[in-house]
């Protein structure tokens, strides 16, 4: 789905991902790559396969779109490093496109580590005219805010009282909220703002659901 974000066009893709043509800019956020094994360090059984399908699913999305940037909004790997991050780092340095990091609140590796694996880290909030990317917007984020952290997750009614939570994009002319990309992040269920467009991402492609979601008393957090 196509649509114009202050000015400029985007794509929004049923992968949960945003791809800023204009810049040739793929944007992601909260893959939580090593999630699995930091689990079963702590005695949890947690299958091994999210990463490969997560990295599968990226992979697809570099081919399809061609970027000169891969931009990650944060929570890009779960924990301390395991031996998850050699798997990513090798995937990473195959990649013809630049791979630049907006840390979040999980991105607790040593800065060597994203060197070696030939990223670019920034700051926490960085710029590209007229977004300001992040991962975490919180409630006093300036206009224009791209962001994460929360995965989103929106709930649909259907007939016989049936529901649903899927993922999806929240944005306005103040901010866009990406839904977590990763396999294993599970739903936050979001209570839109009346600002709000509402986005819901299925297998195959993304649908405004804007007049659809179902009412809920819980608040962002």
């Known amino acids: 789905m196509d649509m114009d974000l202050l000015g400029e066009r ?24 090593g999630k699995a094994a930091h689990l079963r360090k702590g005695g949890l059984a947690m299958p091994e396969a999210h990463d490969d399908r997560t990295l599968q699913r990226l992979s697809d999305l570099l081919a399809t779109f061609r970027p000169e940037r ?16 050699p798997s990513f780092a ?6 013809p496109c630049r791979i630049e990091l907006v840390p979040g609140n999980h991105d607790v590796l040593a800065h060597e580590r994203y060197m070696d694996a030939g990223l ?10 007229p977004f300001v990317m992040m991962h975490d917007a919180g409630k006093d984020a300036p206009k224009g805010t ?14 016989g009282r049936q529901r649903i939570t899927v993922p999806a994009f929240l944005i306005s002319e103040e901010r866009v909220l990406l839904p977590a990309f990763g396999t294993s992040t599970g739903l936050h269920p979001v209570t839109p703002r ?15 659901v804007t007049s659809a979601v179902a009412p809920r008393t819980a608040a962002h957090r």
């Open 10 to 33: 985007w794509v929004l893709h049923p992968h949960r991902a945003l791809f800023w043509s204009a810049k040739r800019c793929l944007v992601v956020s909260d893959l939580h790559l």
């Open 70 to 85: 891969l931009l990650i909004l944060g929570d890009l790997f779960h924990s301390a490093h395991n031996l998850a991050w």
């Open 90 to 95: 090798s995937w990473a340095l195959d990649q």
């Open 120 to 129: 670019i880290v920034h700051d926490e909030q960085y710029g590209i005219t």
């Open 146 to 159: 791209m962001s994460g952290h929360v995965h989103p997750g929106i709930v649909l009614s259907g007939p």
């Open 194 to 208: 009346p600002e709000d467009r509402v986005f819901a991402c299925t297998e195959r492609e993304v649908i405004e």
